[in-house]
């Protein structure tokens, strides 16, 4: 706001010389000069104000101008033609005006030699700007003042930085919401110009106009704006937008610019408008600000810098709102999929709770995870995995209804919240979201099938916070997995017990983990006499160890001896897995040098690793690492994997297993046979052993097709260069098949169970006798 008319220090203008003998006059700050000696000296003083944004004028007793700076003409644009015998607050006031506060000022100069104020005045042809007005009394000898100076300096710079971006900023820093930001701008706009009405638009990204900021215009007028389209002849805002320029209208009435837009902004007097653009760092127009006068008329010097300095400002509000959009953005939605992430879900689903429990209606929540997805990226790589999720969110979209909620929960879970929604209204809309995930996905050339298990929970009835909600959801569509894929299971509450279940079993397996609680057993791996893997016809006499397979155990505390089957996907589930393969791994490696430095002649032994330690960029080097601590060879130690990890096309984990395989470690496909693995790969993979699938074993007996496809993977290894495994043998007639069939080596139970590390010396020690009863098995049931 304007400085009200005060006394102000009489240092802060050029003091008027004089004689040193002057005594000053009692009661005033100015000093006294006989009137013979101002005179001359006048002329000089205003010389003084000439080179400066600053001037000075000298007025009679009469109030009237006699004598003034040049820099008027300069500064002001006004010669002296212009002003003597002039008044200067009528002058300086703009056409019909006067300055306000002019007589309080005079009366405080009067009564105290000297007063100051701020205001806004006018210079040639009403050119607006800020300045401090001093104003000195000059008395006569006796009684009232009979010469009156009154000095102008230029601060519209300065009142645009106090006035206009102080406070903005200010309010940037406090965060304050745009619209408050905007609708500052223009107030204080306002201030600096009282003559103008400044407006804001939004540009939306479709090119329609939103009104943001108009303090001065009302509501009814600005919604008329809104949503209208930018364009080459669309006002002067949505021109300028459209041209990405200013645009300038001195005459709304007869430009035809405003042809469609006049009867808008006529009622409220508007006559004039000046519009520029405010862009982003890209060039796109984001907003105008405008300037709208009540006379035809074009902007002055004041307007510019207004403007210059808005535009920037409202710049600064509108990318501050974009970074603030695009932080959001990244809180609450998942960038894969664009749907809301998990943090989004808990503020959504407890506003809905509160509405459901207002309402007295009941919601669902359901918690869906596609099935087999880590086949998809294992055989496909990660991108078609991306694709199909993003397909996966984007099918859930659009089978549920509006004010539904869908969120991507993490990796291949997602959550549908059903507001005002019964039992089977779930099943129904659960049954509709199966159905659309059921069908197959198309990602570039492939033709993907995946499916979904679903888990339901109900508001109010199984739980009355999202915590609650997602576990017992989570618990049902676990059940549901069990049950097999494409499964759909509401909540009931043994599901929980089950879901604590396994918390539990996860918390006592990273103890066992960390306390020793697990344990590797070791089943050996033989070849049949007269055979080595690699010459079949030129082994020793008897049964020969080939390696051993380490098998982990766990006995818990309480529960005894968990199988594998049991805790396995439970590690899968708590993340475990990578800890509990190295861990393995280490034991392996640290048993098989053991053995070694006691005399005890293992070859070799065989770790199972799952597909995701192959997902770890890191393991050819940690497996190096590990050979040389415990001073093994690489063809000491055999890493098995499951067909799906085989089956794998990312280029990277092909490249894993090729260093693994330089190394010399040995690669085996563990369950060879159960149809996942195309044939035509084979020769191209890093492989050293195939391990027969324990079913074919099993059925051998009994089954011609078995004994068949036995025979000819046999068969396959072995022109490959393979060496076959085969795993579970359990009879003798088994065996006899297979060591008949030319299979190098033997597993199961019939030639030992798995035993503890200290078990093997002896168990090696009787191999030999083990050997005649097989090899005479084979004989006789041959009839030879
Ligand atoms: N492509 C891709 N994969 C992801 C992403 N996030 C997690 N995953 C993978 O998603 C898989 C999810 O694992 P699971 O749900 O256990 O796999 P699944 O094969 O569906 O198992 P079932 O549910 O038992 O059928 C893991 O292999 C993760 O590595 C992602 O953003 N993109």
Known sequence: MPRPAEEIRSDAVPAMSHPPDDPPASGRTGSPTPRTDRSALLPALTRLFDDGPCAALVCGADGRITEVSDSCGRWLGLAAADLLGRRPEQVLAGPGATIPGWERL?????????????????????????????????????????????????????????????????????????????????????????????????????????????PSIPAEVSCQFDGAPIGPKAGSCGTAAWRGSPVVVTDIDTDPLWDDYRHVVQPLGLRACWSSPIKNGEGRVLATFAFYFREPRAPHGLHEQLVEMSVHLCTLALERERSHAHIHQLAYYDGLTGLPNRALLQANLARAITQAQQDGTTLALLFIDLDRFKDVNDSHGHAVGDELLREVAQRLAGEVRDRSLVCRLAGDEFVVVL???????????????????????????????????????????????????????????????????????????????????????????????????????????????????????????????????????????????VSPERFIPVAEEAGLMDELSNWVLEAACAQLAGWRADGIDVPRVAVNLSPRNFQDPGLPARVRQLLDRHGLRGDQLTLELTESAWIDRRADSLDKLRALQALGVGLAMDDFGNGQSSLSHLHRLPLRQLKLDRSFVHDIEHLAVAQTLAAAMLHIGESL????????????????????????????????????????????????????????ASRSDHGT
């Open 106 to 214: 005079q009366d405080q100069a009067r009564r105290h030699g000297r007063a100051g104020t701020e205001a806004l005045v006018h210079g040639h042809g009403g050119r607006p700007l800020w300045c401090t007005l001093v104003l000195d009394a000059l008395p006569a000898a006796q009684g009232e003042p009979d010469t009156w100076l009154l000095t102008l300096a230029d601060i519209t710079q300065q009142r645009i930085l106090t006035e206009l971006q102080g406070p903005v900023l200010g309010a940037l820093v406090r965060d304050r919401p745009l619209a408050e930001v905007m609708a500052l701008v223009c107030t204080q706009v306002q201030i600096l110009a009282p003559d103008v009405v400044a407006t804001v638009l939004g540009v939306d990204d479709d090119g329609l106009i939103r009104p943001l900021a108009g």
């Open 419 to 561: 507001p005002h929604c019964g039992v089977e209204q779930a099943r129904h809309t659960a049954e509709r979201v199966q159905q659309a995930l059921a069908r197959p996905i198309t990602v570039g050339d492939l033709d993907l099938t995946t499916g979904a298990c679903l888990g339901v929970a109900m508001y109010p009835d199984d739980g009355s916070d999202l915590d609650r909600l997602l576990r017992h959801a989570d618990a049902a569509m676990y059940q549901a997995k069990k049950d097999g894929r494409g499964g759909l299971h509401f909540y009931r509450a043994e599901m929980n017990r089950a879901a604590e279940d396994r918390l539990r079993l996860a918390a006592d397996l990273r103890a066992a983990l960390h306390r020793g609680g697990l344990q590797l057993h070791f089943q050996p791996q033989v070849c049949p006499p007269g055979k080595t893997p690699r010459s079949p016809a030129a082994g020793p006499a008897s049964m020969s160890l080939f390696g051993v397979e380490a098998l982990l155990r766990w006995r818990h505390p309480v529960l005894g001896d």
């Open 721 to 776: 260069g393979l060496i076959v495994v085969a795993e579970g043998i359990e009879t003798a007639a088994q065996a006899a098949f297979l060591i008949e069939h030319g299979c190098p080596v033997l597993q199961g139970d019939r030639y030992a169970q798995s035993m503890a590390a200290e078990q093997i010396g002896p168990w090696l020690a009787g191999l030999a006798s083990m050997a005649a009863a097989d090899v005479g």
